[in-house]
Each structure stands twice: as C-alpha cells, then as structure tokens.
C-alpha cells in the first residue's frame, strides 16, 4: 500500500514538473515573438563615451576615452568593422555609441558599437 502512495505521489509530481516547463516554455516564445515583432520600437540601451585614437588595427581602433570617461579603462579596443567607410588615424577624436557589451579581456574590448563618428 505504502508503495503504491508513493507512485502515485512521484507521477503527480513529475506531472506538474512537466506542466510547469511546458508553460514557461510556451511565455518564452510569446514574449519572443513579440520582441521580434515590435523590434523596431525596442530601444536598447546606449552608452557614449569620446576619445582619441591611440592606433589603428584591422577591424579595431585603440581609443583613449576622455577623462570625464575614464571610468570605462585607460585605453579601450573599440570594433569597427562594421564601419569600414570610415577611415580612422592616429590622433582622431572619435565619438563612441555602444549597447555596453564588453570583452573581458586587458585592454577591454567594445563591441556591442551602434554607432560611431570622427569628431573636430
């Protein structure tokens, strides 16, 4: 008897396991989907720093941020490849926007950019 209790306890507990995952699982695609549908009203996050570039690599730039950004790191890698009509030199100020993805690594290395100008 106290076997039987016990099997029936254990299948009503993987049956609400189940039921729950399948329900999460379900509010995970709609939220998706309606992520992808209004993607264009998302805004994401930005940050914005300005700088000077210290060299120019392919695909990267070391940039300098100002002191009023210095919080960010001495000297940051920022990627723009994305950007290639762009041509940067040794000495450039440049204006930075990013989403904030950042790579751990010394110097950090900015990814996520959005956006980004020469300025003066």
């Known amino acids: 008897m106290k076997k039987i209790i016990c099997?029936?306890?254990?299948?009503?507990?993987?049956?609400?396991?189940?039921?729950?995952?399948?329900?999460?699982?379900?509010?995970?695609?709609?939220?998706?989907?309606?992520t992808e549908q209004n993607s264009s009203t998302i805004i994401p996050d930005k940050h914005i720093f300005t700088g000077e570039v210290l060299s120019v690599e392919k695909g990267m730039i070391l940039v300098s941020p100002d002191e009023q950004n210095s919080a960010i790191s001495p000297e940051v890698f920022v990627n723009v490849s994305q950007f290639s009509e762009l041509k940067f030199e040794k000495g450039d100020r440049v204006k930075v926007v990013f989403n904030g993805q950042v790579a751990q690594s010394f110097p950090p290395q900015i990814l996520g950019v959005i956006n980004i100008e020469i300025i003066e």
Not at 13 to 22: D, F, G, Q, S
């Open 7 to 34: 099997l029936i306890i254990c299948i009503l507990l993987l049956i609400v396991c189940v039921a729950c995952t399948a329900q999460v699982e379900n509010e995970d695609k709609s939220t998706t989907s309606g």
